[in-house]
């Protein structure tokens, strides 16, 4: 199985060596060729509209949709979890998303660059031991749809908001798991979102 990860823009290396630690072959990908022959997908964190804007001007946007929406598994981190998302509460000046996860999602939902924080996180489906988060930037879970499973959540000021997702073959953070040094989130994607590649 070959694992692509989205190379517009964003924190691909991280990515990548976090797969490759698990034994699974990896590779950034940016051309349509190259996208259209991964098995599953990787959408780094950066800045969401930039990727979309890349992805448009490089004739990528369509196929992507079409693979995501089509149940290529695909995995997006902070930006990626923006990008996946079907509805954006605060929505940048003609920003598109591919879309496929039924959540609303809000962009720097908990502040600017220097309001960066680490949160250790209990993640279903994982283990007892919690995730570190690194949010830089990162967007929070609004709202999610009947199929969408909150899988982790922070909560502030008595608030929780979800920061981890999953429906079917869609999987997304609004944290930095490929900074962490804790491939236990990969290894989640690898072995459950893309158990069933059958639907591609």
Excluded at 47 to 73: C, H, N, Q, W
Excluded at 97 to 116: C, E, H, Y
Excluded at 151 to 164: Q, R, S, T
Aim: proline share 4%; glycine share 10%.
């Amino acid at each position: 199985m070959l694992v692509g990860v989205l190379a517009l823009q964003g924190d691909v290396r991280e990515h990548i060596h976090a797969l490759t630690d698990l034994g699974v072959v990896a590779a950034p990908v940016r051309t349509y060729e190259e996208i259209a022959k991964v098995a599953a997908l990787v959408i780094p964190g950066g800045e969401s509209t930039t990727i979309a804007k890349l992805a448009r001007s490089f004739g990528l946007f369509d196929l992507l949709v079409e693979r995501i929406r089509g149940g290529m598994p695909t995995y997006g981190s902070c930006a990626g979890m923006i990008l996946l998302a079907d509805r954006v509460a605060n929505l940048a000046h003609d920003q598109e998303t591919f879309g496929g996860l039924d959540i609303t999602v809000r962009r720097n939902a908990f502040g600017r660059q220097v309001d960066s924080f680490e949160e250790d996180l209990h993640f279903s489906g994982i283990s007892d031991v919690p995730i570190k988060g690194i949010f830089i930037r990162a967007p929070w879970v609004e709202q999610v749809g009947p199929q969408v499973e909150v899988l982790a959540e922070v909560e502030i000021e008595g608030v929780a908001h979800p920061v981890a997702v999953r429906a079917g073959h869609l999987l997304a953070t609004s944290f930095h798991p490929e900074i962490s040094g804790d491939n236990r989130i990969h290894k989640f994607f690898v072995e459950e979102v893309c158990s069933d590649l059958s639907r591609i």
